[in-house]
């Protein structure tokens, strides 16, 4: 069983900026794939950015790409997205999930344990 709390989340303006955190309890850190997600009012939760258990491999989504970076360090069972000119559309829960696995993932399903998510707001 793994546990995750997010923070980091608040209000800013557009083009400003965030690092959120997720700190993992429970089954060891170091070994799982982990990912940050979002779900904005009314839509479906969306996949932000992956990496794998290392750190060595990463992943997003084409709207993230450029201006997200997500890390880890597995000595502070931490894994962190700095998020940059963030915009008002991208209003929402940022959710942090791990895999079972250590592998990259870039899917929902492929992801076990959920954070109970933290709230970014963008004022335009």
Not at 92 to 102: L, N, R
């Amino acid at each position: 069983q793994v546990q995750l709390v997010e923070s980091g989340g608040g209000l800013v303006q557009a083009g400003g900026s965030l690092r959120l955190s997720c700190t993992a309890s429970g089954r060891a850190f170091g070994a799982l794939a982990m990912g940050w997600f979002r779900q904005a009012p009314g839509k479906e939760r969306e996949f932000v950015a992956g990496i794998n258990w290392s750190g060595g491999s990463t992943h997003y989504a084409d709207s993230a790409k450029g201006r997200f970076t997500i890390s880890r360090d597995n000595a502070k069972n931490t894994v962190y997205l700095q998020v940059n000119s963030l915009k008002p559309e991208e209003t929402a829960v940022y959710y942090c999930a791990a895999s079972a696995g250590g592998g990259l993932y870039i899917t929902s399903g492929q992801y076990v344990y959920w954070g109970q998510g933290t709230q970014v707001t963008v004022s335009s």
